[in-house]
């Protein structure tokens, strides 16, 4: 992944999962009424999952690695990984009781989480290609000034876009 930016590539890949999944919603919602939508049906899961394992799966495990600084790195990566997990289990037990009430439009849900995700991650995640392991505690921390306040993040006097 050395190629890609890893927010730009984490961006594209919350922005598809959102179209396939709007994509998946509208075929299973068109299932009754259309022989083609099972398999635009089958095709929007696939490309879910495609997008999915080439950003939004595995940059974050990789991304941690270089947003902490290397005291805390083990702690930060242990409870990121623990809360990605246990997301998971709450999706995995949660899903069929929200597909029993909501049917077909269940992945609104997810929809709308991917759609504040996407505005996260522009927001808030720092770009990391590229730089120095050691700018990227700047990246994160607040810096104190003379008189004894916090300054701006580093981000901004690097020239990197606000996030």
């Known amino acids: 992944m050395s190629f890609c930016s890893r927010r730009v590539l984490l961006l594209t890949s919350v922005a598809l999962c959102c179209v396939c999944q709007i994509v998946l919603m509208a ?4 299932i009754p009424t259309s022989s083609y939508a099972p398999y635009v049906a089958i095709v929007a899961l696939m490309s879910y999952v495609l997008v999915y394992g080439m950003g939004l799966g595995p940059v974050p495990f990789m991304i941690a690695t270089e947003l902490f600084p290397v ?11 623990t809360c990605n997990w246990l997301c ?7 899903f069929p009781l929200v597909q029993g009430a909501l049917d077909e439009f269940s992945f609104t849900i997810f929809i709308t989480s991917s ?6 991650i ?4 720092p770009e990391t290609h590229g730089k120095e392991e050691t700018n990227f505690d700047n990246l994160t921390e607040k810096e104190q000034d003379s008189d ?9 006097e690097t020239g990197s876009p606000p996030v």
């Open 27 to 30: 075929a299973l919602s068109l």
């Open 71 to 81: 005291g805390p790195r083990s702690v930060g990566i242990s409870l990121g990984a």
């Open 88 to 94: 998971n289990l709450l999706v995995g037990l949660t």
């Open 115 to 120: 759609c504040f995700l996407f505005i996260f």
């Open 122 to 125: 522009y927001r808030f995640l």
């Open 148 to 156: 004894g306040g916090t300054s701006t993040s580093s981000l901004e």
